[in-house]
């Protein structure tokens, strides 16, 4: 069970993630979040629409639906209170399918077509692996934003592991 632990683990710890980022984020102003920083999606904004899109894009191919989406940087929410709701909502449910992913699934393929590439670019990749894509891409997309928000002015929140781990809660965690 290992194995599976892990991916209930990244995806508790990535909802923990989003919860602090999005926390933070709610002491920018708008046009702050949709500032052209120069990062790969641009603003704030774009990259967390960005995160959930693709959160979005595996969601279907988990649930065996054809993919609705065709670009990388579509905008799904240009509201900001419901890109976030829609982010927890999501990060929710990556818990709850994780938790109830049966073991021997993980060793199991995903095949789909990937988005944004030609249309040969057919995949069948084990699906502990594109879970650990899944989580992997948030990481490094936090990252930018992370790095955004003190370009921005404003102090960005811890989102360590090692304080996950820890269970450590302050001002950026939320009152649960």
């Known amino acids: ?13 990535n909802a923990w993630a989003n919860a602090r980022i999005y926390n933070a984020l709610r002491g920018l102003s ?14 704030i904004h774009n990259t967390m629409n960005h995160i959930l899109l693709a959160d979005l894009i595996y969601r279907e191919r988990l649930e065996k639906k054809p993919t609705t989406y065709t670009r990388l940087d579509e905008v799904l929410h240009d509201d900001f209170d ?14 709850g399918f994780c938790r109830d992913l049966a073991p021997e699934a993980l060793e199991g393929d995903l095949t789909f077509t990937a988005v ?12 502990r692996l594109c ?3 899944l989580f ?35 001002q950026w965690s939320d009152a649960a």
């Open 131 to 133: 879970l650990t894509n």
């Open 30 to 43: 708008d046009a702050e979040r949709r500032e052209d920083r120069r990062a790969f999606f641009g603003s």
């Open 82 to 95: 419901a890109l976030e709701a829609a982010h927890r909502a999501n990060d929710a449910w990556y818990i």
């Open 116 to 127: 944004g590439l030609d249309e040969d670019s057919h995949f069948s990749l084990p699906l």
């Open 136 to 170: 992997q891409h948030q990481i490094h997309h936090r990252g930018h934003v992370h790095h955004m928000i003190s370009h921005a002015g404003a102090a960005p929140p811890p989102v360590d592991v090692v304080k996950f781990g820890r269970g450590d809660r302050d």
């Open 1 to 13: 069970m290992g194995p599976l632990l892990d991916l209930i683990t990244a995806a508790e710890y």
